[in-house]
């Protein structure tokens, strides 16, 4: 089964900067669900595999980056669940030179696709990618990131009654899937993602035809922030780096450059202009994450 059980929620205590602003910081561990598939990926994959199941489908193909860990979530759940994974991996330089995360894809009997960023862009119309689908009813396809409408279904199950007591909800933001999911559940909450790819704008029009299609008003209290891209996705600065350093020491919850890196850096910066008010309790969701 996809672990989607409840995750527990750890307090940062001992934060001045936090204590001198009345502020209560929660962390949401998403990324402590399970050893290989957690985050926000169950979420994500759990009522498409449902799908998938129902179609009679075997396989199930998807797509993403070197650093994608979704393709790593879905190679982990189709090893456990006993269906096979077909990845369209982005960018064919990786794929012969491997890396960490590619590696653990070949290793999980993920079958890897790669091709050239050009044909990247259409995605399910590249060639590579139709011969594989061809005369094969047995794949059913994901968009990259695990998002589509069925993963907004269960991103929403994400929260919790009790977190229903939050006046500030933080996500990551790469597909704007897990913002969509949370917005729809949170009731009260201002729900922010924080965007981690350069030119974030289109994410908020992503959301909203989320939201549309299940069954909700396009707009409503959530936001996206596009200014913690740090120049793009996977990309990093030293001041990201020294952040993720002393926040990690500090804390003693892994984070990484990719994600939850800016995630965090964010939310310590919305604290610091004064975007979130005195005496708020703010829950931050730790959506997992790789780095090499």
């Known amino acids: 089964m996809i672990p989607t059980q409840a995750a527990t929620t750890t307090e940062i205590l001992g934060d001045l900067r936090l204590e001198a602003m009345g502020i209560r910081l929660f962390v949401k561990r998403l990324d402590l669900l399970d050893p290989h598939i957690n985050g926000n990926k169950p979420f994500k994959l759990k009522y498409n595999i449902e799908q998938m199941q ?39 330089e990786f794929a012969q030179r491997g890396g960490p995360v590619i590696d653990q894809l070949r290793a999980l009997g993920m079958e890897l696709v790669a091709i050239d960023r050009g044909a990247y862009r259409l995605k399910e119309k590249a060639a590579r990618v139709q011969a594989r689908l061809q005369g094969r009813d047995d794949i059913y396809v994901v968009p990259e990131g695990g998002s589509n409408d069925l993963a907004v279904q269960g991103c929403m199950e994400i929260l919790t009654e009790d977190d229903q007591a939050f006046d500030k909800i933080y996500c990551a933001c790469g597909t704007g899937t897990t913002l969509a999911g949370l917005s729809i559940a949170a009731r009260d909450a201002e729900v922010m993602g924080v965007s981690v790819l350069e030119g974030g704008e289109f994410l908020t029009e992503a959301v909203r035809a989320y939201r549309a299609a299940a069954g909700f008003a396009p707009t409503g209290n959530w936001k996206v922030l596009t200014q913690y891209a740090f120049g793009g996705y996977a990309k990093h600065t030293p001041e990201l780096l020294a952040f993720i350093d002393q926040f990690q020491t500090r804390t003693n919850i892994a984070i990484e450059p990719v994600y939850t890196g800016k995630l965090f850096y964010a939310v310590y910066d919305q604290v610091q202009r004064g975007e979130v008010p005195s005496g708020s309790k703010v829950m931050v969701v730790h959506s997992g994450g790789v780095w090499e």
């Open 54 to 92: 129902k179609k009679g489908c075997s396989t199930l193909l998807t797509f993403g980056g070197a650093y994608s860990n979704h393709l790593l979530a879905t190679a982990h759940a189709g090893k456990k669940m006993g269906f096979k994974t077909i990845g369209i991996l982005r960018g064919e």
